[in-house]
């Protein structure tokens, strides 16, 4: 049964809606725009960039991320490199150094932007550490861009694909395959003998959201920290939200439209076709070709197109769409810079904190029981340490979060609850101590603080479900063809016109701008099947047969 909205055909002149101002959303709308279709992009919240926004609501002065900070994905992702968004105002800024790990001793694991810098600092920490520093650079020298690139394309990545496949022989055939399939902490193991590199590695797949022990956890952390060494950890001066505006700029440049506080209700599907979408307000809006949706798949799925719409296998696959891990995020207005007990060699902007490699499986064991982990990865960032606008000269601003369940199992309680804002308040506090383990004084430093538990997060950007920042767990099972379930694998959906661009979909979480990508090049081309079949094959086919049985003159 289609949807019973009315769209009136000529209600308005877009070719495309798109659902959802976040990156996703918004690069999809600047490709689309740029192959000349007039595109409007409609967002729930009063501001654009989902995830992807910056304030001073800690304290005036103070620049905070709300959300995400820190874009290697960006500056690797040739979808974002293409748009070229520095000729609307972005300028990346960088740390010193992209990331650093403070180690039991007062010594700290650091990526130096030289990897020869890198090599020798872990080197002093273990001898034999360095070349093997080195060789997984060289390594990922041979390797990394492909392996990114077919990680951001469609799946199945072909042409990608076929060149690791001719490179594989020649950089270890079977066993660089099978290293690529290790978890983080075997990776680790067979690589580097000293902790520092270990947990450098651990730290980011961490950080990715990947369990220690999962297979394919290396590969996530691997491709972190090869980033972190050869693009660093670069953010926007001025805050994410630069990124944002500049997204928004290059989009009204070619003609595109970005309308907030319109929160889309429904698609509206007719004949197995969206035609559009119907706000809450209950205007309504016709999309001429396409409906793209920056929305998580169980929102889209079940809820912006019902069941009644799409077929039972999809609803049945859709039971076992698993989210990630909720998150807590606190932000601080310090007056000083963290007063680390140990300096490190070089100022990072990205901070892991976490004893060992040990804890951190550990940690994740405890997340997937439904346990708060007692000491998980605490994420950090040194904003204006990074980019000296975030702050009045002399303080800092910083932020940092750590991963909780999506339900906490209690002891003597047959039901697990949510993390509200009490649990978010305890955990803010134990990030806090964690961080005077390494900082002592940072709470006399705070001038103030906000906490962003996981209904919080949700409230401001509704994708961010119970605090999930990836749109469903990157676990290897919900990745690839399996994302967001066996079946899709690719931003088309059951209903023709109607394409997932969102972070639910391949390749998943991050500021890559690969699932609008992918989400626009399908509407794109199946506009063109549409178009060539209907205005040229069709007529000549019709001509052709309406020929027949004519005589020649
Ligand atoms: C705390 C946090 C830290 C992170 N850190 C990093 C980081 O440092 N680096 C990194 O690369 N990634 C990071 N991420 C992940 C990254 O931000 C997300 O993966 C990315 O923003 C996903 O982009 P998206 O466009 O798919 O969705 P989102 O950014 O979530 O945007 C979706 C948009 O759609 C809107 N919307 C949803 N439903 C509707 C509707 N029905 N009608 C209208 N509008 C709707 C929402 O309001 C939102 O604006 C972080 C995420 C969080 C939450």
Redesign the pocket.
């Known amino acids: 049964m289609d949807s019973q909205e009315a769209v009136r055909p000529d209600s308005n002149p877009h070719d495309a809606v798109v ?7 918004l690069v999809a709308a600047n490709l689309l725009a740029d192959a000349g279709w007039r595109v409007l992009v ?4 009063s501001a654009p ?4 926004r910056s304030d001073e609501d800690v304290r005036a002065g103070w620049v905070h991320d709300t ?5 290697p ?1 960006a500056a690797a992702s040739p979808t974002i490199q293409g748009l070229g968004l520095e000729r609307f105002g972005l300028e990346w800024i960088r740390a010193p150094a992209s990331l650093g790990h403070p180690l039991p001793g007062g010594r700290w694991a650091v990526v130096h932007p030289r990897r020869e810098d890198t090599a020798a600092s872990l080197d002093r920490l273990h001898p034999g550490d360095g070349d093997a520093w080195l060789r997984a650079c060289a390594l990922w020298d041979r390797v990394g861009d492909d392996l990114i690139t077919a990680l951001l394309s469609p799946f199945p990545p072909v042409r990608a694909g076929a060149r690791l496949a001719a490179l594989a022989p020649r950089v270890g055939g079977l066993a660089f395959v099978r290293d690529l399939l290790l978890p983080v902490r075997r990776l680790g193991d067979e690589w580097f003998g000293g902790d520092a590199p270990k947990l450098l590695l651990a730290g980011n797949a961490a950080h990715a959201d990947i369990a220690m022990d999962a297979p394919g956890s290396g590969l996530m952390g691997l491709l972190l920290a090869m980033l972190g060494q050869t693009h660093g950890f670069p953010v926007p001066r001025g805050g994410a939200g630069r990124l944002t505006a500049a997204l928004v700029a290059r989009l009204e440049s070619v003609g595109g439209e970005v309308r907030t506080d ?3 209700r429904a698609v509206v599907v007719r004949s197995g076709r969206a035609v559009g979408v119907t706000l809450d307000s209950g205007e309504s809006i016709a999309a001429g070709r396409a409906v793209l949706a ?2 998580s798949a169980p ?1 889209l799925f079940g809820g ?1 197109v019902p069941w009644s719409d799409l077929p039972d296998r999809l609803r049945r696959r859709m039971r076992s769409f698993e989210w990630d891990a909720g ?1 807590i ?1 606190v932000d601080w207005a310090l007056n000083g810079p963290i007063p680390w007990a140990a300096t490190p060699e070089l100022t990072p902007g990205t901070v892991h904190l976490a004893d060992s490699v040990a804890d951190l499986a550990i940690a994740g064991a405890q997340l997937s029981a439904g346990r708060v982990p007692e000491r998980g990865l605490v994420i950090l960032g040194q904003m204006a340490a990074t980019d000296p606008t975030r702050a009045p000269v002399g303080s800092e601003s910083v932020w940092a ?1 750590v991963h909780v369940p999506q339900r906490v199992a209690v002891a003597d309680q047959p039901h697990p609850e949510i993390v509200d804002e009490q649990r978010a308040e305890q955990a803010a506090n134990q990030v806090e101590g964690r961080i005077e383990e390494f900082a002592p004084g940072f709470r006399d430093r705070v001038l103030d603080r906000r906490v962003l538990g996981p209904a919080e ?1 949700e409230r401001r ?4 479900v119970g605090g999930a ?3 469903g767990t990157a676990a290897i099972h919900q990745q690839l063809f399996w994302r967001p379930v066996p079946g899709l694998g690719r931003p088309e959906t059951p209903i023709q016109g109607l394409y997932l661009a ?2 639910s979909a391949h390749p998943g ?3 890559h701008g690969a ?2 990508s992918n989400a626009a090049r399908a509407a794109l081309a199946h506009d063109r099947f549409e178009r060539v079949t209907s205005r040229r094959l069709l007529p000549a086919a019709v001509a052709r047969v309406g020929s027949l049985g004519k005589r020649r003159p």
């Open positions: 659902i959802g101002a976040g990156p996703n959303g409609l967002e729930a919240q960039g989902g995830a992807v959300f995400s900070s820190f874009y994905l319109a929160h889309v920056d929305v929102a912006l998150t995020k979060y997060l950007d509704e994708n961010l920042l990836n749109g969102s972070a979480g991050g500021v699932c609008g």
